[in-house]
């Protein structure tokens, strides 16, 4: 019997990152395409078929059954099964699934954004398993979130609903990408944490090896790094960013009472430097009713492959 | 055939509504008691039963048969039938579902709290009878919340999903009964633009009839009508309880992405001086994926009976 496998994709402004995936979460091969070298999306849909039957033909695999194609990418709609106007995508709208289902005519092929992928791996495959009512919040470039209520990840009307990286965290605060200002995301995330190293500096005296990098060198990385060197900027810096995290968790409880905060992403591997403000933070923000209840904690996924598996997962859901 | 109805109630920090209620809504009979009078829960309960059994044998009433009882109560808990640690209420713990079932075995009793209640009339009376994704903020002496996603009211994993009333509107703000600050409910509630209009009385120089009341003596009735009669601080109060109003539905839409946001209570009464400046800086603040697309009206429960209505529609739903 040829072994069943879902195609996870996990589309990025860098890279689109194409794996096979079994039903364990499993990612048992996968390639690279680099997401900008195509400018046009027909040609981009094309490479994503030529990379997917390429690895259903790597000598190394099993013998294969491809059953699905699960996407997870930044601005993605469930509903319509489009990319619209994503920042970092070269194309303002994809209608992603009809175009690769004309690749793919026999199996279901769904996209959704990308920290919804990851919320729906972490149920499939991840600590969420039992878990009826819990949020995922991704730390990347930006701030991602994925909601799960009553067992089921919220979409809302329009397929574009949790998007708790732009809630108002600071009013009138920072300038967000999306044009508006303050929003979580500009505090709490790769890119801002790197503004508050900034923004210390130039409050602060402290000697730091941050003052050594310009704004553009500077990666969350670097400050990590600086940090487990305990450098006072780099500390502080985790520090203010898991405390405005914490503050806004307080109100995400208030929304839709979630049992888990799950933290998925780069920023996350700092682990207790930005989760013990964080939950700090959180509980002394809490109303009452929610106090000592909801956890903070890392999400169960392994950050390499849990794009590709959290694609994947979109299928595998409905196999389980 | 006896007529099927539906016990609602409606529990109030100085009322308790109850009132038999048929499958379209419609309150046929209704009563009083006062909570405060009962300072044990017990003959809280009590009293509750026999102005039921008394409804019942109503002369009016066409011969009924009572199929269930659906209460809306403050910090009522859908999951455990309890109401509990409510500010506003004579006892710290009820459980009330067990209490109320000891007097009707046979039939089934619910509890959730009054805005769930309202969302849930909503969506079985009212103008949601079609919406997957909708939210009810209802303002009275506080501001509360019921949210809809994907078909159903989200209670979180404790029951007490949200409290749309304590999200930080204001960091640092004004004080809450919950013990922290800034919470929207301080701003936007009846007594939230009270404050509002003693902050004016204090900045402004303006003549205004709302100079001759104290404190105590002022109600969002007296704003209103004042606000009818062009009293100036009257209605730049309605404006900024309009425009934080407004700012928080925009982060509200950023979780749950509802179609519609209903607002009930008194202050909706207002109409459009609270309204338009809610809807204008929502659609000021929104992310650009999500301007144009989502309505704020009016409930379209009467006030009167919605309560009531709203508690009794917990049974009703299991009958549509």
Redesign the interface.
């Known amino acids: 019997m040829r072994k069943k496998v879902v195609a996870g994709i996990d589309i990025g402004g860098m890279n689109t990152r194409i794996g096979l995936v079994d039903q364990s979460g499993e990612v048992l091969t996968d390639s690279n395409i680099a997401t900008s070298q195509y400018p046009a999306s027909e040609e981009f849909v094309s490479a994503i078929y030529n990379s997917i039957e390429l690895l259903l033909k790597n000598p190394d695999m099993p013998l294969s059954e491809l059953i699905g194609i699960g996407i997870g990418a930044p601005?993605a709609n469930y509903h319509t099964g489009c990319i619209?106007?994503a920042a970092n995508l070269p194309w303002k709208y994809v209608p992603l699934t009809s175009m690769l289902g004309v690749y793919f005519p026999d199996i279901p092929v769904k996209v959704t954004n990308d920290a919804n992928a990851v919320a729906i791996a972490e149920m499939i495959y991840g600590d969420a398993k039992n878990?009826?009512?819990f949020v995922v919040i991704t730390l990347g470039t930006g701030l991602g979130s994925g909601?799960v209520?009553?067992g089921?990840l919220?979409?809302?009307?329009?397929?574009?609903?949790?998007?708790?990286g732009?809630?108002?965290a600071?009013?009138d605060g920072r300038h967000c990408n999306?044009?508006?200002r303050g929003c979580l995301e500009t505090y709490v995330s790769a890119r801002g944490i790197i503004r508050t190293v900034f923004e210390l500096l130039a409050v602060s005296t402290k000697d730091s090896v941050l003052r050594n990098s310009s704004f553009n060198e500077l990666t969350s990385k670097d400050i990590h790094a600086a940090a487990l060197n305990s450098d006072a900027i780099a500390l502080e810096a985790f520090r203010i960013t898991g405390e405005i995290l914490g503050?806004s968790l307080?109100?995400?409880v208030?929304?839709?009472?979630?049992?888990v905060i799950f933290i998925f992403g780069g920023l996350a591997e700092a682990k207790d430097m930005i989760l013990a403000p964080a939950k700090e933070n959180m509980e002394k923000?809490l109303?009452?009713?929610?106090k000592n209840?909801v956890q903070v904690k890392p999400s169960a996924l392994g950050n390499k492959d849990a794009g590709i598996a959290g694609g994947a997962a979109l299928i595998w859901r409905d196999f389980v």
């Not at 208030?254 to 049992?259: G, I, R």
């Not at 109303?287 to 929610?290: A, G, H, N, Q, T």
């Open positions: 601005c619209e106007n878990l009826k009512d909601i209520a009553n089921e919220i979409y809302g009307h329009d397929g574009f609903a949790g998007e708790v732009h809630i108002t600071v009013p999306c044009g508006r503050r307080a109100d995400v208030s929304f839709t009472s979630p049992s923000y109303l009452d009713c929610y209840k």
